[in-house]
T-cell receptor, first 110, second 115 residues
Framework: GQSLEQPSEVTAVEGAIVQINCTYQ??????LSWYQQHDGGAPTFLSY????GLEETGRFSSFLSRSDSYGYLLLQELQMKDSASYFC???????????FGAGTRLFVKA | NAGVMQNPRHLVRRRGQEARLRCSPM?????VYWYRQLPEEGLKFMVY????????ESGMPKERFSAEFPKEGPSILRIQQVVRGDSAAYFC?????????????FGEGSRLTVL
């Protein structure tokens, strides 16, 4: 089967750095993605890692370790607008479907 | 270049009625996914389709639910004889063939309420 685990909630202050972890179990791993979703909105793509290492896109970075079946999303210089749910998602080689974790709700405080 | 279009955005049905949700993928995209989301929960995979083919429907309930993506027109998720437990947001996402970035483009969702 397939499963992804990530913390349900994280709280941080404006300007801080926060890391959201994701561990996964899947058959035939292809890549790990991260999505952001604001309340009532659509999920939007943030990043994708197919290989080990760190990918940086502005204030957001994503890391993958395939040997540890682990990844994280790093958000720097937090802003109030970053308050949202963040989902890790695994794309597998068995049909290439993408499976999502339950999401981490990030609260950014002033 | 229009994004993924879903309609209706909101749909109210009484128990036993049928719900039809439509999704037009981004131009040039031939892969469509349907996900279901309950409040405060994650996105649950339902079905993955390419034009005229169901690739993976392992997340679809065996009864009352069906999906199609015809050669012409939008993808349709059909729920027959709806029950209160079907109330949820249904998101469609599309992806172009051969793209290897893992990026799915989501529509704004269709929110189904069953009375």
């Amino acid at each position: 089967g397939q499963s992804l685990e990530q913390p349900s909630e994280v709280t941080a202050v404006e300007g801080a750095i926060v890391q959201i972890n994701c561990t996964y179990q899947t058959s035939g791993f292809y890549g790990l993605s991260w999505y952001q979703q604001h309340d009532g909105g659509a999920p939007t793509f943030l990043s994708y890692n197919a290989l080990d290492g760190l990918e940086e896109t502005g204030r957001f970075s994503s890391f993958l370790s395939r040997s540890d079946s682990y990844g994280y999303l790093l958000l720097q210089e937090l802003q109030m607008k970053d308050s949202a749910s963040y989902f890790c998602a695994v794309k597998n080689t068995g049909g290439f479907k993408t499976i999502f974790g339950a999401g981490t709700r990030l609260f950014v405080k002033a | 270049n229009a994004g993924v279009m879903q309609n209706p955005r909101h749909l109210v049905r009484r128990r036993g009625q049928e719900a039809r949700l439509r999704c037009s993928p981004m131009k040039g995209h031939s892969h469509v996914y349907w996900y279901r989301q309950l409040p405060e929960e994650g996105l649950k995979f339902m079905v993955y389709l390419q034009k005229e083919n169901i690739i993976d429907e392992s997340g679809m309930p065996k009864e009352r639910f069906s999906a199609e993506f015809p050669k012409e027109g939008p993808s349709i998720l059909r729920i027959q004889q709806v029950v209160r437990g079907d109330s949820a947001a249904y998101f469609c996402a599309s992806q172009s063939e051969g793209v290897n970035t893992g990026e799915l483009f989501f529509g704004e969702g269709s929110r189904l309420t069953v009375l």
